[in-house]
Structures are given as C-alpha cells and as structure tokens.
C-alpha cells in the first residue's frame, strides 16, 4: 500500500510535486506494460474512467463511487488531489492451475481523492494495467472519516461504447446459470428494489478483442452481480445482507474487492487468463502438500438422469446420484484411472440446511465401498457441500480393504 507516499510531511518535495501535478490535471492515464490497454480516470463531472485496447475505445465515461448510510456519498463530485505510480514485474507459483509459473507484471496508479463538503473526506482509487486486463479498487482509509460504516450502494458502471454481443448468465444463488448470447441493452434491470442480478463474469465481445467483467479478492465484503440499464451500461450491483443491515458492514480502513476487467485479443487468450488469482490474496495455508489435483467422475447429476432414480421429478437440475449410481461412477473412476469420483448436492442431510448437514456423514455403504476399492474420502464443506471419492486404478493403488479411511477438510488454496 503506497498512502504513506501521500503524506508530504513525510516526503515534502515528493508531496509538492505530486499536489502541482495533481492541481493541474483532472485526468490520470494508466497504459498496460505491453501498451495494448489503457484506462482514464478522470474527475470532471464526478468520479469515472474510460478504457481503452488497441487504440480503440471500448468503455466510455463510466461512473465510479460508493454510497453509506446517513447520505454520505464518495464519487460524484470526487476531485483528483494526487497520484503516485509504481510498477512490478514478478511472478507466483500456481499449484493448482493451468500454469504453473504465473507471470506477476502490472502497472498501478494510487489516486488520492477528496469529496468536498463538510465535513471533508478523503478516499483512494487503486489502479492496476496488466497486459491481460485492468482492475481498480476503492479505498476507506481512517480519513474518510467513516470509522465503522455501512456500505449502501456501489455507483460503478460499465458503459461500452456500443451495443456489443455479449454473453451474460442468468440468476443463480449458486452461481450456476446459463450464459445465453445477447446484446448488452438486452440485459434485463430488473424491478425497483429488486434489480436483475446476472452472475458473473459477463463476457463482452468489442472490436479490439474479448472482455469479461468480474471481481477479486472478495473477502469480508458483499458480492458483484451485474444488472441491465437498456442501453449499453451495466450497472454493479451487490447482494444486500440476510440480516437487512445494506450490504457491508465494516469499519475504515479498508479497501473493497477489486473490479476485474479480464482482457484477450481472442476467446482463447481469454480463457487461459491466471488475472483473477493473481489479483487475489495469497492464500494463508502454509502447507498445500495434502492437495492433490485430478480429473474426477461426475455422479448423474451433471447429467441430468439416474437410471437407478425412478421418481419422476429427480431430472435436469433435481438430479441426483444414489448409491447403485455412485457406485458404477467410482468403477468408471478406477477402470479410466481418474484419482476421483465427485459426488454432488443431495448426498447429506437437509441439502440446504448447512447446520444440520455438517453434521452428518455419506452414505456408509459407499464408504466402505470405496474402501475396498484402495480408495480414499474426501469431505469438503464449501458451499456445494460436495463430495470426492478417490477412485484410483486398482492396478496401481492396492490397499488393504481394513484400512481406515482418512477424512480431510480442505480449505480453498487460493480465494478468487
């Protein structure tokens, strides 16, 4: 974090040339290493940025701000006081990836903002280029003067500067939905007071290639989804809380999750980008060495049918695996030699009542199925509450059918 850089008692001739800088401009330009992006922020009728690829304009003037309870509101008449620059070319191991060595490359501008009015309040907007995408995010230090806050709405648009084909996925409380293919005024705003909340990340596709919005680093703060306006902006819109208190409740300082735009000149560049995890707060496990990757079997959930199921209305998304099912799934594991066999919603207590499914256990025969085929359980309490039995080819894996079963809860690797 580069605050202390705006201190100019600290670094007076630093703060001096920074404050000229800052009096002067009413717009900041940050350019990708590579030159291929570029984003604006700039301050003149309120907080927004502009965004552009090869030269191209592909997002035009597009607000920027939050709203907290009691009216105060960061952005719409926000001014630019200071902006310090940096830059860093690394790179970060990927265990669990398509790429194992992820290149670490940006370009970041540090903006000092400062809302008028009384009382006066002060905020940050945190830049980030790569070559593979742009992000920014909002920053709550101790002199915005919030202390503990509650956050109300998030102002940021995204404005295209057409009405490009888009792929946008439906509503899903799971984050599971289809993304069918439309144009962005074809995104639907929904009703007032409860505004249409596409999961992300919405793939857009503009004349200078691929982008995807979404977010990172979303830690002890609500979700992004994305809603409609009818013309070619979407608006962020975040979940409200169960407990009717807006939608964060925090205290200063903080800083929000990051805004992603995910950037490939082809579909498949696109694709392969590590941006989101590497935008993402290493993980805090020290020891990862009990995480094993590999390909897995699927019970009959994903697809949609269960021979050994005959209730009628156990099909499409109600389906569901039961134990004659999972058990030729776990035979299907070992003969292709896939270390794991997933079994998905349905198999514990409740499906949806996380308290009292905690608490119970899979079904024992296929536990003790599993065993006698040098097989090992997996459970892991995220929010599918799935299942992975391990299903490795007996020809390679022989252990004794007496042997206990090791039971592991895993924690994610690297939050995203």
């Known amino acids: 974090m580069l605050t202390g850089i705006w201190n100019a008692s600290v670094w007076p001739a630093l703060g001096l040339v920074l404050t000229t800088i800052a009096a002067q401009a009413s717009e900041q330009k940050l350019v990708s290493p590579g030159g291929g992006l570029a984003i604006v922020v700039s301050d003149v009728h309120g907080l927004a940025f502009r965004v552009e690829a090869q030269g191209k304009t592909v997002l035009t003037n597009s607000p920027l701000g939050l709203e907290f309870e009691g009216g105060v509101k960061l952005g719409p008449r926000a001014v630019i006081n200071r902006t310090v620059r940096a830059g860093h070319d690394g790179q970060w191991e990927n265990r669990f990836g398509g790429n194992r060595l992820v290149r670490d490359r940006w370009r970041e501008m540090h903006l000092a903002l400062e809302e008028p009015g009384a009382p006066r309040r002060t905020f940050g907007l945190i830049v980030r280029a790569y070559d593979d995408g742009l992000a920014f995010r909002y920053e709550l230090p101790e002199s915005t003067g919030l202390g503990r806050f509650v956050l109300t709405k998030e102002l940021?648009?995204?404005?295209?500067?057409?009405?490009?084909?888009?792929?946008?996925g439906g509503e899903s409380p799971a984050t599971e939905a289809r993304y069918g293919e439309s144009r962005i005024s074809a995104i639907p705003s929904g009703n007032v007071g409860q505004p249409f909340r596409s999961i992300l990340p919405l793939l857009v596709e503009t004349p200078a290639g691929y982008f995807a919005a979404s977010e990172s680093d979303l830690l002890d703060w609500a979700g992004m989804s994305i809603t409609g306006t009818g013309t070619t902006a979407v608006r962020v819109t975040l979940d409200p809380r169960a407990d009717g208190q807006g939608l964060v409740v925090s205290s200063a300082p903080r800083v929000s999750p990051w805004r992603v735009l995910m950037y490939g000149r082809t579909a498949a560049a696109l694709a392969g980008s590590d941006l989101i995890a590497t935008l993402a707060t290493p993980s805090r496990l020290q020891d990862t060495s009990w995480v094993k990757a590999g390909a897995c079997a699927w019970d009959p959930w994903w697809t949609g049918t269960n021979p050994y199921?005959?209730?009628?209305?156990?099909?499409?998304v109600l389906a569901r695996g039961t134990t004659a099912a999972d058990k030729e799934y776990i035979d299907l594991a070992a003969e292709m030699g896939w270390p794991y066999q997933l079994m998905d919603w349905f198999w514990y207590k409740n499906m949806t009542l996380y308290s009292k499914s905690l608490q119970s256990t899979p079904n024992p025969e296929l536990a003790d199925f599993t065993q006698s085929t040098s097989a090992s359980w997996f459970n892991t309490p995220n929010r599918k509450m799935s299942a992975c039995l391990s299903g490795r080819t007996r020809s390679t894996l022989k252990r004794s059918a007496s042997k206990k079963l090791s039971h592991i809860s895993p924690t994610r690797a690297s939050p995203v």
């Open 309 to 316: 199921d005959h209730d009628p209305s156990h099909t499409a």
């Open 156 to 168: 940021t648009e995204f404005r295209f500067a057409a009405d490009y084909r888009c792929w946008a």
